[in-house]
């Protein structure tokens, strides 16, 4: 089992930038797909942005498209670069491993969730 740990979230003011982190703790990260998935208060976790396990393939979801981009080093992290933040971007940001069914569809292979890093975007 992959066990991968999130951080740099945190405050950050409307239209300011964060890069959040996705690190895993095997020396297998590089054969998994990753993806980043949010979640809000009595809202159902949603997938944000996915990446290939050779960093190749790419997807962000429509509402980030053109303001998040997702990579990934030939190590074991992952990166969600997130800018021009808007206030419907508050939430608490995870990172999985991921299969790839669609362009648009990568549910996350495992149903342990990490901690997650919280990100508030302020006006």
């Known amino acids: 089992q992959v066990r991968l740990e999130e951080s740099g979230g945190g405050l950050v003011q409307a239209g300011g930038s964060l890069r959040l982190s996705c690190t895993g703790s095997?020396?297998?990260?590089?054969?998994?797909?990753i993806g980043w998935f949010r979640q809000t208060p009595g809202k159902e976790r949603e997938l944000v942005a996915a990446?290939?396990?050779?960093?190749?393939?790419t997807y962000v979801t429509d509402s980030v498209e053109g303001r998040f981009t997702i990579s990934r080093d030939n190590g074991n992290t992952t990166y969600l670069q997130m800018n021009n933040l808007k206030l419907e971007d508050t939430a608490v940001y995870y990172c999985?491993?991921?299969?790839?069914?669609?362009?648009?569809?990568?549910?996350?292979?495992?149903?342990?969730w990490g901690q997650g890093t919280q990100v508030t975007v302020s006006s």
């Open positions: 999985n491993t991921v299969q790839r069914i669609t362009r648009k569809e990568w549910p996350p292979l495992s149903a342990c």
């Open positions: 095997v020396r297998t990260f590089g054969m998994w797909h």
């Open positions: 990446i290939a396990r050779d960093g190749f393939m």
